[in-house]
């Protein structure tokens, strides 16, 4: 199995959410290494990258992992039964928008991982924020004062005139530390980036020593 993977400066990387941020979350604290895994297995769009990473997480030096994904209203009922079934501690949080759910969990075994990536990977897909954490929780959530980019048209007393709306919403914060590894699941799910202190992230001969058996990776290019 071969896993194309980019490497990524983090002085390139705009932490803080908006209009031209890079992620849809803040990032606080440093990290040395990103990492981006597509999920173009053998250069195919399979579900090979859900072995990929479920057998990545088998060890049990990983655990616990903690996640924080923002979903909808509707997916609530699906996502409990599944957390229930499999006893997933979780507890949800109010979203970012009025048809959203944050909700926190926090995954002690393979199994139960194997059993929730297809949610997280399939949250992300949907364009949904999907998070997970080895071994810490740095996860939070903290209400901002949010800005449209675009202007829009409103009028009082017969004269109209452009205005940015303005709005209060949870933001999703990670606070890395120097023992930090999280993975997020990218646009589309086409790709999973991992942000991390971890020296095995540091190149591609060091990451390749803590992947599965027969996993190769390989890189098309080095960023200029």
């Known amino acids: 199995m071969k896993v194309e993977i980019s490497y990524y400066p983090p002085e390139k990387i705009i932490t803080v959410p908006g209009p031209e941020a890079n992620y849809p979350f803040e990032i ?5 290494y990103i990492v981006d895994f597509s999920c173009y297995i053998d250069g195919d ?10 057998n990545w997480m088998e060890s049990p030096n990983y655990y616990p992992i903690y996640s924080l994904a923002e979903i909808y209203d509707f997916q609530q009922a699906e996502y409990e039964d599944m957390f229930k079934m499999q006893n997933i501690e979780f507890n949800y949080m109010k979203g970012s928008r009025k048809d959203t759910f944050f909700v926190k969990a926090i995954i002690r075994s393979p ?3 194997k059993e929730y990536y297809p949610y997280l990977h399939g949250n992300g897909s949907m364009l949904n924020l999907s ?3 080895l071994k810490q929780d740095v996860f ?14 409103r009028t009082k007393n017969n004269r109209t005139r452009l205005v940015n709306l303005k709005w ?13 590894t999280m993975f997020w699941v990218g646009y589309d799910g086409d790709y999973i980036t991992a942000f991390s202190n971890d ?5 591609i001969d060091s990451l390749q020593k803590i992947m599965p058996e027969k996993v190769e990776l390989v890189t098309d290019y080095e960023w200029e």
């Open 28 to 32: 606080n604290g440093e990290f040395q």
């Open 45 to 54: 769009y399979t579900n090979e990258h859900e072995e990929f990473f479920c």
């Open 111 to 113: 199994k139960q991982f």
């Open 131 to 133: 998070l997970w954490s």
């Open 140 to 153: 939070r959530l903290e209400e901002r004062e949010n800005e449209s980019p675009n202007p829009v048209k």
């Open 168 to 180: 209060i919403a949870n933001t999703p914060i990670a606070t890395l530390t120097k023992n930090s």
């Open 199 to 203: 020296e095995h992230f540091s190149t």
